[in-house]
């Protein structure tokens, strides 16, 4: 069983930056690919960024490539995400998720274990 707990979330205004972090319970975080998931008012939910169990390897979804960045610090069961140039439309409730695997996967139902979310705010 993984436990997270996403935090950083909050109010900013476009053009600025926030650092998400999702703290993992599990002693096995080492070997879990992470992802990143976000869910707007009305919209389906939608996969952000995601990691390999080693952090060597990335990737993102077109909307937020270049401006965000996924990494994890195992030592700490931590895993971040680094937002900058934040427009409106990345509006949402953004969620971390663990995989039972350690490769990376942009599916959302590859992930066996999600966060409560944390909303992100971003004012015009």
């Known amino acids: 069983q993984v436990q997270l707990i996403e935090s950083g979330g909050g109010l900013v205004q476009a053009g600025g930056s926030l650092r998400l972090s999702c703290a993992a319970s599990?002693?096995?975080?080492?070997?879990?690919?992470m992802g990143w998931f976000r869910q707007a008012p009305g919209r389906k939910r939608e996969f952000v960024a995601t990691i390999n169990w080693a952090g060597s390897n990335t990737y993102y979804a077109d909307s937020v490539k270049g401006r965000f960045t996924i990494s994890r610090d195992n030592a700490k069961n931590t895993l971040y995400l680094q937002m900058n140039s934040l427009k409106p439309e990345d509006t949402a409730v953004y969620y971390c998720?663990?995989?039972?695997?350690?490769?990376?996967?942009?599916?959302?139902?590859?992930?066996?274990?999600w966060g409560q979310g944390t909303q992100v705010t971003v004012s015009s």
């Open positions: 599990a002693r096995t975080f080492s070997r879990n690919a």
């Open positions: 998720a663990a995989r039972g695997s350690s490769y990376y996967s942009m599916a959302a139902n590859e992930y066996a274990y």
